[in-house]
């Protein structure tokens, strides 16, 4: 807490950082140009910042001598100068005028930055470490070895420069080997590798929290796995957590997002890029040792533990521990969209108006002078599920989409939403249960409940049931509705495979009225609970899925009681009307 | 967005305030004393802040000529000065070097602050408009004037400074005719008022929004309703929302506050204090025209929109409008606790490193120096339920606690911490039910569930089932469970008074072996569902009603993942003994 902190670079990722020192009281020393981002906000206190360019060694080292700990929100810094102040020292003067060399912690260590940032060195250690990563070769920069390349791995391939790229500057795509004196041209005198093109479905993102100096798994802690979508190489959307993916999925992504960041060196925050690729297998693409833009999120999601509070109290040795070492969301779901710069500095005020009009907007703007496709800020979106957020925010995407299409020359593209989160799974025993069904799906679609309709046997599908009912939570239901007639086993079998609530609905079979479906529905041992409602009456299932789901959900619950007025209006418009004209008159309407 | 606010006073009030601006892009120019709190954090851009006292009619008005909106973060000011600056205007020289007038908005009102800042005005202003308050009358500075009251309403009162009065400075308890003369003393030389003793239940705060220049009810919107806890006079806790107060009485509070404030000129936001009082009525106990420490908790529980950028969009007249007037929490519990200055400057140390540890409390500090009593942070715990609440911040009380003591003295007193939330209502037609309910409520009790259990039965008091069941969700139950025998009416009459998901539980009665019972609970008709469980099984009616508050209880989840596990575990330890020992033995043991 009283431990002063020196931060390389005062640009909006230090902006966020001196925000949530200011909270706890930790003085942060910002080396950068005059009014930075991070300075415009953090002025008046003593020791000042220091202004100047972050990759000046003289005035890294005044920096070092004001400060505990040194730390970056950019990679692309001198790691010799961090070397030499960690592992010898700064040169300070006592206060009786004698010299002496003061030693300064870096973090994370300057051995594991001088690794990230050069992007083939760091593929290389990850890979010795056991952490999937895309195929790779450095390359001279010849058009000869960019054949031999091609020939190799095939055509498309990503050549990399190997350091100081980001935001997609420094790759290029070699489509052919005609693409490839453009190619070297483009990325001349630089030092190069190339990349097997890799094929994925999605791209993933993980921030980890290391808290010792050394290497070690066990010392990492992940943020949930969200979801990243890059447009013209810049991220532009984040969904938490990621759409589509299932928990085992989100699980893997932070367990490999862990071993990446727990094979390297200090303390600090560290941003893993991943791709899902097409058999579902996960690699990393690269790693920021640092608060990432896929991380901007867990300030509002996370909010007891930001990506920046953990800077900060890993940094400093404080950081508390966390159960499974997983930082969960507060959240059900958080979409957050970069605001870049349009063609012109008004372009995005139409933006901000609209942001401003959205109470579940949250708006950060970083205090950078708007240039076309710059990051000046973000917004992020919480709610209640993943449909809600994505509803809220489709107008700024819009908007978003408009400026990039003026900025760009281009027209808009439509940024698609996911299908919703389905939250009711409806199966039935057997195809002839659908006519019974059919009314309560019905109701559910009105309610504007999503649901997943399917046939499971019990007697006919035994593992299938089984398997659909222990995924059912982790795949996101809430609710399982369950209808079977006869030796009605599968609602009593689904919730013997689930936490989850199960709804029951005996359907009435040839023989007994339908009341052996009830008995054997309903006469569930003690543990295992059903909910059984009415012989045939799938109406019921619907509306007490829908109570269940109101539970946690103030809309729906407005929803519902909308539909008892109607009901109850129903009702009276028939009464009056049978008052009115008498029963015979009544009957005959 | 691009109209520059100037703030009389750069306390912790406005320090929060400069916070949320930053994110918006658009500044506030802060007129204090240099490095005040306010200015810590925004220091480097133009126009630069004026250092200066806010009371210095000199200084707002250099203030008012470099800003377009002024605003305060403390009532206690020059309203003349503030008059003259909104209605003639304040002197500037143009690049010309002619003189003209600028007039300059004043938000609230001048005339808002110079009667609130007038607790005896205020008081008169608010029953003019409708609004209860406590009786009080203004008084000579009089042993004789205090006798009088003292006669008329009874002893002990409260006598009270018409200004400048805050955290409890400038009250004086007037316990019995021989206080009189220490209390003038105490109060010597200030317009006085006496007030009748409120004898109130509870204390509770709503802050409210106003986006309108002149009065009206329709352009306010009320935050939740609050509970405060005071301590010496200071504001030491606030529960949001209040505990232990039913809904109806929350949106009572939201309406006084709202029409309270309704009554004033002028926009921005308005922290309203009440008393509950002993026969459950409202009356307003004050008004501040700013954002107020009962408001701090919505920085993270209304995160969409605080109370420091309601005050922004307000006063900027961007503010959006929100459905019924009213602006709901994103959690279900927060609780704010203050940090006092203790006996010595690192007394709060331990409070620091115990919040830090604490993952899901957020700390602010004001970056104040820390003095006995004075208010330099506070804490914020939000939670899923006020119980989740209440024990995460318990500990953080004991230290506050620990520190009140050491600095006044006294051993610390401990604070209560309220009843939890009931969720589950166990309700049954009769006591006979009671044994059947039994193991159901059992369970309830062991899986860590607040329930209530109470008689209402169907046929002998259909009205009191009736009002129940219409109030069990605006009292905060999630699930009804109904156990009942016979013609069993019960579940089904309560699941038509209510839209929470009913659990009916049929006993078996004398006769008919419980057929009776479930064909009376589970056959209700289209509309109106009741998940029935087999006959007499109230165990199974308490996991259904888990499973349910477990679909958004992630902690409860895996409680009853644990449960069915412990089940099966159980199961196969007996199926172990029977393999090994074989049935004629095992059925010895």
Redesign the interface.
Known sequence: ?DRTIGLLGGGQLGRMLV?EA????IRVVILDA??SPA???????EPKHINGSFTDPKKIRELARQVDVLTVEIEHVDTEVLEEISERGVEVTGNDGKKSMKRVEVQPSWKTIRIIQDKFLQKGHLEKNGVPTAVSESLESTEEALSIFGEKYGFPYMLKARKDAYDGRGNYPVRSASDIPEALNTLQSRALYAEKWATFKKELAVMVVKTSDSPGVDATTAYPTVETIHEDSICKLVYAPARGTSTRLQKQAQDIARKAVGSLWGKGVFGVELFLMDDDSLVVNEIAPRPHNSGHYTI?AC???SQYRAQL?SILG?M?S?PSHT??A??PATIMLNILGGATKPAH?EL??QT??????????Y?KESKPARKI?HITI?ASSMREAENIIAPLIKTVDGIRAERTDSSPVNSPISSPQKLVLVTMGSDSDLPVLA?GLALLKELNIPYQETITSAHRTPKRMIEYAENA?SNGF??IIAAAGGAAHLPGMIASST?????GVPVKASTLDGVDS?YSI??????????????N?S???A??AA??????D?VL?ER??KY?QD?EDGVIVKAERLEEIGFEAYGKK
């Open positions: 807490m925000r200011d909270q706890f009281g005059e009014n300075k415009q906000i953090s002025g008046t206190l509002e909010a007891g533990i109290l404080i508390p966390f930082i969960s507060d959240f005020n901000l108006r401003i009009a959205t109470p579940k907007a949250s708006l950060h703007l205090g800020g919480k009314p939570a809430k609710v936490t989850l609530p199960v709804i009830l309903v006469q569930m041992p003690r543990g295992v609970p059903v909910a059984a409602v009415a012989i009456n109406i019921n299932a509306l007490l109570r269940i789901l109101a539970t946690s103030p619950f519902l009681e008892a009901m």
